[in-house]
């Protein structure tokens, strides 16, 4: 029996569902594929937003190249050491007052994407740039079921003043579709899982939901017909791929019916929990990293942010022994209990990113794994929260990009280098041509070697 040739667009259809294939090699087929047996990956890239910064001390690592020393804070960067490069001296600009005044952290935000400096107003007149994620999804156009996919923890609001005098708006989005549009971040994992999986009615999505749980019908249920008659056409190693894909959709299915029984969680105070919210925070970040990664592993899009929390944000982290709010022992003082807690927060930080990571890296894909065809950004728009600085910011690359980039690595770039130059190369291996994004000033060098 000859191989299938099956199209990466195909999809599993059942009632009210439709589940998109991960990359199989019964894709390939041009003859550059053929020559290797593996369809050509897609390059994806994906933003993680962390508020108030970090304790520098603790973050930056000592010496540079490949033998450079992890910090106390990046320690849980040694199980994926060489798939990451740590980036020292970093700088956004735009994130700085410049005649404006107070409101760092909403300006740390509005520019951590955009690398443009945000109007002060708390009005409808918001203004600030297109953001990077945007600006590749409106020039890629639309090669998957989502232009783009945004994700948080907290609820945001784009009116009112949050930070001295700017929106709402700032605080609450990192993903602008224009200088005055904030793309909305989904907050609810259960409304995630039904956007990638469910129908592309609402409504209709809506109802088959509800007759699953009426049923106790998983989304595999539905397409199990379709997906025996597609199996029987394939080779052992695409069938085990899809078995794998198949058991992450189940487990993320259970976990998600586990935490729709659960309580209230550590909340941040003043914010209401949805229905549906974990009670865990960090079950909470995991759940949206793993369907960020079957996103990117069905190819329902190439392009992703996740805000870990809102800036400014005061939550607390008591899982971890951290009882105060976020934000207010940012203003540590040098108080060292605060210190020590701030550090504990950054870390736990760096944990959630390297479960990202390692989920992206245990996927097969091609000759490698769906991390090496991926880039994925980590950090925050201010340096020192204390300090409120915007330079020298705690950024960290994962990924290859395809092979555009050669990981674990630390780099020190000169002082004031804009992280809007990173963009571009970022742009450049999303196959998106740009002489200059916001205060840019030329790609970075060094990424590949």
């Known amino acids: 029996m000859s191989k299938p040739n099956l199209s990466r667009r195909t999809i599993l259809r059942g009632l009210g569902t439709a589940m998109a294939l991960p990359m199989l090699d019964a894709m390939g087929t041009t003859s550059a594929v053929a020559a290797s047996g593996t369809a050509a990956a897609p390059k994806r890239m994906a933003f993680c937003f962390v508020p108030n910064g970090c304790i520098g001390k603790a973050w930056h690592p000592q010496g540079q190249g490949r033998d450079y020393k992890l910090s106390p804070t990046l320690e849980p960067l040694a199980a994926v050491r060489n798939d990451v490069l740590v980036l ?20 740390c935000s509005a520019a951590f994407l955009t690398a443009s400096q945000p109007k002060k107003t708390s009005g409808r007149d918001i203004n600030v740039g297109i953001s990077v994620d945007q600006l590749a999804a409106n020039k890629l156009g639309m090669p998957t079921k989502f232009r783009s996919l945004e994700l948080g923890t907290d609820p945001g609001r784009n009116v009112g003043n949050c930070d001295s005098g700017y929106s709402c708006a700032y605080s609450s989005n990192i993903s602008w579709a224009s200088p005055n549009t904030p793309v909305a971040k989904e907050i609810n994992p259960r409304l995630v899982f039904e956007r990638l999986f469910g129908n592309d009615d609402d409504r209709r999505a809506a109802r088959e939901k509800a007759k699953r749980d009426l049923y106790k019908k998983s989304v595999l249920d539905l397409v199990r017909d379709d997906a ?81 929390a809102r800036a400014g944000s005061n939550r607390p982290y008591r899982a971890i022994g951290v009882n105060q709010g976020h934000h207010s022992i940012s203003h540590h003082n040098n108080d060292q209990k605060k210190v020590k807690d701030l550090m504990a927060i950054d870390k736990f930080h760096v944990e959630q990113f390297v479960y990202f990571v390692q989920k992206l890296k245990s ?27 915007h330079h020298d910011l705690p950024i960290i690359l994962a990924g290859k990009g395809g092979g555009a980039i050669t990981p674990g690595r630390h780099i020190r770039y000169d002082r004031e280098t804009p992280l809007a130059n990173l963009f571009l190369n970022m742009l450049d291996v999303m196959g998106v041509k740009e002489e200059r994004f916001g205060d840019s000033t030329g790609k970075l060098s060094g990424l590949k070697v």
């Not at 001296?89 to 760092?104: V, W």
């Open 363 to 389: 996927i097969p894909e091609g000759d490698g794994t769906l991390l090496d065809n991926c880039m994925v950004l980590h950090g925050s728009g201010i340096g020192e929260g204390y300090r409120h600085h």
């Open 88 to 107: 020292g001296n970093l700088t956004h600009d735009k994130a700085r007052a410049n005649g404006d005044g107070a409101g760092d952290h909403a300006r």
């Open 228 to 308: 025996k008659r597609l199996g029987a056409e394939l080779g052992a190693a695409d069938q085990r791929k899809i078995d794998e894909y198949f058991n992450s959709i189940r487990e993320i299915e259970l976990r998600l019916a586990r935490t729709e029984k659960q309580g209230e969680s550590d909340w941040e105070p003043n914010y209401k929990k949805p229905d549906g919210i974990p009670r865990d925070f960090k079950e909470h970040l995991h759940l949206m990293a793993d369907m960020m990664t079957l996103a990117f592993q069905g190819d329902l899009t190439r392009i992703s942010t996740f805000m870990y």
